[in-house]
């Protein structure tokens, strides 16, 4: 971790020093213009920074760097902040780099089926730009409006479409990264097979800002589907829907969506949209695919028909379009909507093999009614990735107490059932106590060397991965 050599009362000395580097409109070092930057989307997580600085250049970014390095301040790189893991909370002070007015999208190529973009871009803005060109930018994170493809390679985000196109890693073809020191590196590039040298580009994606800050990514795009289609199946138990999952597996559909709510989700997503769902079902799957008519007409009527022989109370698909989207908002507004039935959400993701979901969800009820808590499960079924999220009132202090010794148990009964602590979200300062669990001694001293590597003295992010 590193060790500051500036005391407060060299703080107007390192304020000039920024602000000859991004422009003193561009440092904030008072109090008031800290305070939101000493917290991302993760709940109970906080603590100030002495400095946020927002560079608009990859120049800026390495000359902010040296100087860090050089005082060995803490450097701690941000988007939009809405990560859910507390992987921009500044810990231990320091600076934190606003990336979000590098927001350039540097090329679309419908040639070379590529983007280039700077990483304060938000995902919907290039999903956007996408779609102008006949393209698809895959990755569709819950919080696509507001996140940015920086925080998104940091955290490697995943989202509804995972099962199909795989998560943000699948599409990063290369980066431009500053270390710690000030250098500037490129990893991978243009090219779809590239093997010379150490895979770098996968390792930096996920690093949550640990081992250099990313200042440029090339991200391959897809050809546009012609067309999608939804449905939704209610069952009694999540295990029927868990069982309708395997059957669409086994059968040989690999859906662009297979999402699922539990029947507290369930209920609070239709207070919030009023979509006509079903209230009395255990569990509602939902299920959609995108391709040319002919194949996704084929594969919505497969999983209808699947969905329907493992005990489905009742099967449903979109008429058009407008219909289909209205119930992926279902999907995609469960965290509001749950936000809506207390004044604080705790929102964590485990992941497990798709034939222990079941089970996994079992485990989690179990546990929040012994530790009397609220807890509403929604997810990726196709993927095992479940978001046990936990409503509660911040000032009530035994209640949050319980929610943490809650969550605990699920973290520890994923990895039992063959799982994982994190499947998208990261691991940030929320999960870290937990990592070891995940890995083992031998693997977390792997990642301390690697980190030492990259960042010599400890001054990306401290308090995280490799720390």
Not at 185 to 202: E, N, S
Not at 337 to 365: H, N, Q, Y
Request: glycine share 12%; net charge negative; charged share 20%.
């Amino acid at each position: 971790m590193a060790e500051r050599s500036f005391e407060p009362a060299g703080k107007p000395a390192l304020h000039r020093l920024l602000a000859g580097i991004v422009g003193d409109e561009h440092v904030r070092s008072d109090p008031g213009g800290l305070e939101p930057y000493g917290r991302d989307a993760t709940p109970l997580f906080h603590h100030r920074p002495d400095f946020v600085a927002f560079p608009r250049s990859t120049a800026e970014v390495a000359a902010v760097l040296r100087v860090a390095n050089e005082h060995r301040i803490p450097v701690i790189p941000r988007g939009a902040g809405s990560n859910l893991c507390a992987a921009t909370v500044p810990l231990t002070g320091g600076i934190v780099l606003v990336l979000t007015r590098m927001d350039a999208i540097l090329e679309i190529s419908s040639e070379e089926l590529l983007a280039v973009c700077q990483p304060g871009l938000t995902t919907s803005a290039l999903g956007t730009a996408a779609a102008g060109h006949g393209l698809l930018y895959a990755p569709d994170p819950g919080s696509r409006t507001v996140s940015t493809i920086g925080g998104n390679v940091a955290t490697c985000a995943g989202g509804l479409r995972g099962l199909k196109y795989g998560v943000t890693r699948n599409h990063v073809l290369g980066v431009e990264v500053v270390l710690a020191t000030g250098e500037v590196i490129r990893t991978g590039g243009r090219l779809w097979k590239d093997v010379a040298g150490y895979d770098l580009t996968r390792l930096l994606t996920g690093s949550e800002g640990t081992l250099g800050v990313i200042t440029e990514v090339t991200l391959a795009l897809l050809p546009m589907p012609a067309t999608s289609g939804t449905g939704v199946a209610y069952f009694t138990t999540l295990a029927e829907a868990s069982e309708a999952v395997r059957r669409t597996i086994a059968a040989g559909v690999v859906p662009a969506t297979l999402e699922f709510l539990d029947n507290i989700c369930l209920n609070a997503v239709e207070d919030f949209a009023g979509l006509g769902l079903r209230r009395d079902a255990g569990a509602l799957l939902l299920f959609g695919d995108d391709g040319t008519p002919d194949a996704v007409e084929r594969a919505i009527t497969r999983m209808a028909d699947i969905c329907a022989s493992a005990g489905a109370l009742e099967v449903t698909t979109a008429e058009d379009v407008a219909q289909s989207e209205a119930l992926l908002a279902a999907r995609r507004c469960s965290l509001p909507a749950l936000a809506r039935l207390g004044p604080m959400t705790i929102l964590e993701d485990v992941s497990v093999p798709r034939p222990r979901m079941a089970d996994m969800v079992d485990r989690i009820d179990e546990i929040a009614a012994r530790h009397d808590v609220r807890i509403g499960t929604f997810g990726h079924a196709g993927d095992g990735n479940l978001h046990p999220t936990c409503v509660l009132h911040p000032a009530d202090q035994a209640a949050i107490g319980r929610a943490h010794t809650a969550f605990g148990e699920i973290f520890h009964t994923a990895v039992e059932l063959g799982g994982t602590i994190t499947g998208e979200h990261g691991v940030g300062a929320a999960k870290l106590p937990y990592l070891e669990a995940r890995l083992g001694n031998t693997h977390i001293d792997l990642l301390r060397r690697i980190k030492h590597a990259f960042d010599p003295n400890g001054i990306l992010n401290p308090g995280k991965l490799g720390s």
